[in-house]
C-alpha cells in the first residue's frame, strides 16, 4: 500500500498570516493527491486535487498546492487565513499502485488553529 | 440532491450486538466506500464498490460485512460488535474509481461500543 505523510498534528496561525501545511507522499507509480477538509462534527469536501499536469493547483477557499516530485511533496498554502479556516485537513492519495478503482489512503490530518 | 445520506447519525451498541449503518446517495455513483476516522489516526478505508454486485476490500476489513445490491446503497454491517469498532463512520462516493475522481462524503454515523 502506498502511504501519505502529513507532519504536522497541529498548525496555529494568526488571522490574515500565511500557511502551508504539509504532506509527502510514497509512489512507485502514477500519483493522484488530494487535499481534504473538515470542518467540525462534519464529512470532508474536496479542497483541490492533482491528477496531472501543471504542478501548481488551485482549489476552492483560496487555497493552492504545489506538487514536487523531486521532494515526493504536496503542500497545501494560503497567503492570507481567515478564522473560518479553522478545520482539520487531510492530504490522501491512491490506496494501492498499479491500475485499480480502489480507494484513497489518508495522513493523520493537520488541525488549522486560526488565532484572532 | 441531498447527496451522501447516512442514517442514523449516533448508536451506542453493547458488545456482542449486530447493526447496519446505511448509506445511500442520488447522484448515480458507480463508486461507494466506507471509512472509519479514529483520532489521531485519519480515514481507513474499509470496504468499497465499484458498482452494483461488486465489493472488495479495503486497509481495515475485518468485522465488517458489505453488499451492492442498488446503485443507491451501500450498507456496512457490524456482525458482533466490539469496543476497537468505537469510531466515526463515513461514506463516500465518486462517479467512478475512487482512486481519480473527487468522493462525496456523507455527515457520518458516531457509533460507541460499550
Known amino acids: 500500500a502506498q502511504s501519505v505523510t502529513q507532519l504536522d498534528s497541529q498548525v496555529p496561525v494568526f488571522e490574515e498570516a500565511p500557511v502551508e501545511l504539509r504532506c509527502n507522499y510514497s509512489s512507485s507509480v502514477s500519483v493522484y493527491l488530494f487535499w481534504y477538509v473538515q470542518y467540525p462534527n462534519q464529512g470532508l469536501q474536496l479542497l483541490l486535487k492533482?491528477?496531472?499536469?501543471?504542478?501548481l493547483v488551485k482549489g476552492i477557499n483560496g487555497f493552492e498546492a504545489e506538487f514536487n516530485k523531486s521532494q515526493t511533496s504536496f503542500h497545501l498554502r494560503k497567503p492570507s487565513v481567515h478564522i473560518s479556516d479553522t478545520a482539520e485537513y487531510f492530504c490522501?492519495?491512491?490506496?494501492?499502485?498499479?491500475?485499480?478503482?480502489?480507494?484513497?489512503?489518508f495522513g493523520k490530518g493537520t488541525h488549522l488553529i486560526i488565532q484572532p | 440532491n441531498a447527496g451522501v445520506t447516512q442514517t442514523p447519525k449516533f448508536q451506542v451498541l453493547k458488545t456482542g450486538q449486530s447493526m447496519t449503518l446505511q448509506c445511500a446517495q442520488d447522484m448515480n455513483h458507480e463508486y461507494m466506500s466506507w471509512y472509519r476516522q479514529d483520532p489521531g489516526m485519519g480515514l481507513r478505508l474499509i470496504h468499497y464498490s465499484v458498482g452494483a454486485g461488486i465489493t472488495d476490500q479495503g486497509e481495515v476489513p475485518n468485522g465488517y460485512n458489505v453488499s451492492r445490491s442498488t446503485t443507491e446503497d451501500f450498507p456496512l454491517r457490524l456482525l458482533s460488535a466490539a469496543p476497537s469498532q468505537t469510531s466515526v463512520y463515513f461514506c463516500?462516493?465518486?462517479?467512478?474509481?475512487?482512486?481519480?475522481?473527487?468522493?462525496?462524503f456523507g455527515p457520518g454515523t458516531r457509533l460507541t461500543v460499550t
Open positions: 492533482y491528477l496531472s499536469g501543471s504542478t
Open positions: 490522501a492519495g491512491p490506496l494501492r499502485s498499479g491500475g485499480g478503482a480502489d480507494g484513497l489512503t
Open positions: 463516500a462516493s465518486s462517479e467512478a474509481g475512487g482512486r481519480l475522481y473527487e468522493q462525496y
